[in-house]
T-cell receptor, first 113, second 114 residues
Framework: QKEVEQNSGPLSVPEGAIASLNCTYS??????FFWYRQYSGKSPELIMS????GDKEDGRFTAQLNKASQYVSLLIRDSQPSDSATYLC?????????????FGTGTSLTVIP | ETGVTQTPRHLVMGMTNKKSLKCEQH?????MYWYKQSAKKPLELMFV???????ENNSVPSRFSPECPNSSHLFLHLHTLQPEDSALYLC?????????????FGSGTRLTVV
């Protein structure tokens, strides 16, 4: 079982719509959850972090965490073509050598003008 | 700039060459990481350094050799690589164990082995 699972996509949404990205994780000891955005040929950029159950909003982005279901999601409202990228879900939990990060394979998002 | 600087941005090397990748962080973090990113695969953790001590080596071939002379600098020495080693190599840093935050990544080195 993978530590972090995401649908690889591609996910296509029209400009102005809501894009919904989903992620599940396997270890209930996971404590911190992150969404990274990666443009083609670039490095990942942290856009959201969430640590407790519920919603966290930052501008057009909302992260949702449900620890009981081991589920994290990212909603992008009023999607723009500049949001077209790969979105990586990452989970941080205690490991043998301290906190360890685990990444999903990423979901490719295309926002169609 | 993210506060994590990687050089070079692009590198083409032959299988018999020796080269080094450099990473420098200006964030005051105490942990640094090397990741490999290949197409269609998740980020692969290669090495972890915490307080300048290597704490993790994820079964990486010996043709990759890391070096961390201080908490701000990290190197990846490369020799006799294979074409399948062509990938984006990412350096990251974080503050551990107290930090709940995520990694900060450098811009990466795109490596091509010919």
């Amino acid at each position: 079982q993978k530590e972090v699972e995401q649908n690889s996509g591609p996910l296509s949404v029209p400009e102005g719509a809501i894009a919904s990205l989903n992620c599940t994780y396997s270890d209930r000891g996971s404590q911190s959850f992150f969404w990274y955005r990666q443009y083609s040929g670039k490095s990942p950029e942290l856009i959201m972090s969430i640590y407790s159950n519920g919603d966290k909003e930052d501008g057009r982005f909302t992260a949702q965490l449900n620890k009981a279901s081991q589920y994290v999601s990212l909603l992008i409202r009023d999607s723009q073509p500049s949001d077209s990228a790969t979105y990586l879900c990452a989970v941080k939990r205690p490991g043998n050598t301290g906190n360890q990060f685990y990444f999903g394979t990423g979901t490719s998002l295309t926002v169609i003008p | 700039e993210t506060g994590v600087t990687q050089t070079p941005r692009h590198l083409v090397m032959g299988m018999t060459n020796k080269k080094s990748l450099k990473c420098e962080q200006h964030l005051g973090h105490n942990a640094m990481y090397w990741y490999k990113q290949s197409a269609k695969k998740p980020l692969e953790l290669m090495f972890v350094y915490s307080l300048e001590e290597r704490v993790e080596n994820n079964s990486v071939p010996s043709r990759f050799s890391p070096e961390c002379p201080n908490s701000s600098h990290l190197f990846l020495h490369l020799h006799t690589l294979q074409p399948e080693d062509s990938a984006l190599y990412l350096c990251a840093s974080s503050q551990e164990p107290q930090g709940r935050g995520g990694y900060t990544f450098g811009s990466g080195t795109r490596l091509t082995v010919v």
